[in-house]
């Protein structure tokens, strides 16, 4: 459905819903939109990012098909929230990313992996490439600890000027006030919102997924897949920390700081986001949206290879296959680093904001 059609859907939704409130202790989107009388796009798009999917509203919802209302909440948000993902893009060329977003993403992956593998081959013969090594510095022997902090490092901040860019484009159009003179009690309740999936708990009986029973499997699953990613990025801050001001370099022994930390956030790497694949396929085809299939497939793809890589690499850096298994690990961060302004991982960000909004509301600040 065109952005145009999708935006009047959900307009259309509002209303109705303004005047039956039927769902208003459901989660945050309700309440959010008692505050309006008209939606502009801002609105809507607000709305749309505060919206978890849990699919409450659509099983309690007595104007769902075959009624002529035809009331589905979850799937118009879905939909326009895609679309707001692509409208605030960053650099704006790079919004068609969005599109075929498997396509993009799995052709980042390749040429990055390819990148990696040659680079190590082309500049290190056969034996060393192929050799046992496991000692402390035997990464950087394959390639230079600042050429690795040069690219990563790039990479990284191109990502976050990339993702800050797009939010400051939804800040715009959402009208919320300067990010910087925020409300600190706002601040917080929004960072507890983020961090519990409050909104995702269909106001207290769970997640609708499969069936018509609600359940809390997503959230938990949601919850390993995103406390196991800020782990992984705690174990670099460590390393990088061990490195410059310990003069420790990688790898390092099993029960190090950034290996304990690396094995416990890369296992909850593998079953969270394995868990919402099979949550995603378990789903019910009204509560789908097929739009943002390809976009989930590579978002949890990427995830996944992530933290199989690197555990791989952990398991076999003493072993002749650590050269191999290094560059296949560094083309997967790399690609998940440059393609992240342009995949599923936005939507974490624009919730947030969208939820830091809500809280601003909440407190009559906005
Ligand atoms: S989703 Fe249905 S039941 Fe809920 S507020 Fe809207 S119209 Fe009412
Ligand atoms: S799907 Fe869940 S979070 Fe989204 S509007 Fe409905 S009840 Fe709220």
């Given at each position: 459905?065109?952005?145009?059609?999708?935006?009047?859907?959900?307009?259309?939704?509002?209303?109705?819903?303004?005047?039956?409130?039927?769902?208003?202790?459901?989660?945050?989107?309700?309440?959010?939109?008692?505050?309006?009388r008209?939606?502009?796009?801002?609105?809507?798009?607000?709305?749309?990012?505060?919206?978890?999917?849990?699919?409450?509203?659509?099983?309690n919802?007595?104007?769902?098909?075959?009624?002529?209302?035809?009331?589905?909440?979850?799937?118009?948000?879905?939909?326009?929230?895609?679309?707001?993902?692509?409208?605030?893009?960053?650099?704006?060329?790079?919004?068609?990313?969005?599109?075929?977003?498997?396509?993009?993403?799995?052709?980042?992956?390749?040429?990055?992996?390819?990148?990696?593998?040659?680079?190590?081959?082309?500049?290190?013969?056969?034996?060393?490439?192929?050799?046992?090594?496991?000692?402390?510095?035997?990464?950087?022997?394959?390639?230079?600890?600042?050429?690795?902090?040069?690219?990563?490092?790039?990479?990284?901040?191109?990502?976050?000027?990339?993702?800050?860019?797009?939010?400051?484009?939804?800040?715009?159009?959402?009208?919320?006030?300067?990010?910087?003179?925020?409300?600190?009690?706002?601040?917080?309740?929004?960072?507890?919102?983020?961090?519990s999936?409050?909104?995702?708990?269909?106001?207290?009986?769970?997640?609708?997924?499969?069936?018509?029973?609600?359940?809390?499997?997503?959230?938990?699953?949601?919850?390993?897949?995103?406390?196991?990613?800020l782990?992984?990025?705690?174990?670099?801050?460590?390393?990088?920390?061990?490195?410059?001001?310990?003069?420790?370099?990688?790898?390092?022994?099993?029960?190090?700081?950034?290996?304990?930390?690396?094995?416990?956030g890369?296992?909850?790497?593998?079953?969270g986001?394995?868990?919402?694949a099979?949550?995603?396929?378990?789903?019910?085809?009204?509560?789908?949206?097929?739009?943002?299939?390809?976009?989930?497939?590579?978002?949890?793809?990427?995830?996944?290879?992530?933290?199989?890589?690197?555990?791989?690499?952990?398991?076999?850096?003493?072993?002749?296959?650590?050269?191999?298994?290094?560059?296949?690990?560094?083309?997967?961060?790399?690609?998940?680093?440059?393609?992240?302004?342009?995949?599923?991982?936005?939507?974490?960000?624009?919730?947030?904001?969208?939820?830091?909004?809500?809280?601003?509301?909440?407190?009559?600040?906005?």
């Amino acid at each position: 459905m065109p952005e145009a059609n999708n935006l009047r859907e959900a307009e259309r939704l509002m209303t109705i819903c303004n005047s039956c409130r039927y769902c208003e202790g459901l989660c945050a989107v309700f309440p959010a939109m008692e505050r309006r009388r008209v939606f502009a796009t801002g609105d809507l798009t607000y709305l749309a990012n505060l919206c978890h999917s849990c699919g409450a509203c659509y099983d309690n919802c007595q104007f769902t098909p075959p009624h002529e209302f035809a009331v589905n909440v979850p799937r118009a948000m879905s939909n326009l929230r895609r679309e707001s993902w692509e409208r605030y893009a960053w650099p704006a060329p790079f919004a068609v990313l969005f599109r075929r977003n498997f396509t993009a993403v799995a052709t980042a992956l390749a040429l990055c992996i390819a990148g990696f593998l040659i680079g190590l081959s082309a500049t290190h013969p056969a034996a060393m490439l192929l050799r046992a090594d496991g000692l402390p510095g035997a990464f950087y022997r394959l390639m230079p600890h600042a050429a690795m902090a040069l690219l990563f490092g790039g990479a990284t901040l191109f990502a976050l000027l990339a993702l800050a860019m797009g939010v400051r484009h939804f800040w715009q159009s959402v009208n919320l006030a300067d990010p910087l003179n925020v409300d600190a009690a706002a601040l917080l309740q929004a960072i507890k919102d983020t961090g519990s999936l409050r909104y995702l708990g269909g106001g207290g009986a769970g997640c609708y997924n499969e069936s018509e029973q609600p359940g809390d499997t997503r959230r938990l699953f949601h919850h390993l897949t995103f406390y196991g990613f800020l782990l992984c990025f705690a174990a670099t801050l460590v390393a990088t920390l061990y490195h410059y001001l310990l003069g420790r370099e990688a790898p390092y022994a099993w029960y190090d700081l950034p290996v304990l930390l690396g094995t416990t956030g890369g296992t909850g790497l593998i079953i969270g986001p394995a868990g919402l694949a099979i949550a995603r396929h378990r789903r019910r085809g009204e509560l789908k949206d097929a739009g943002q299939s390809g976009m989930d497939s590579a978002f949890i793809l990427m995830l996944l290879l992530t933290s199989l890589t690197g555990l791989a690499l952990l398991l076999l850096r003493a072993t002749p296959a650590m050269g191999v298994v290094l560059a296949l690990h560094l083309g997967v961060v790399f690609a998940l680093l440059v393609t992240m302004p342009y995949s599923r991982f936005v939507h974490g960000i624009y919730r947030f904001a969208a939820l830091l909004r809500y809280a601003l509301e909440r407190r009559n600040l906005h």
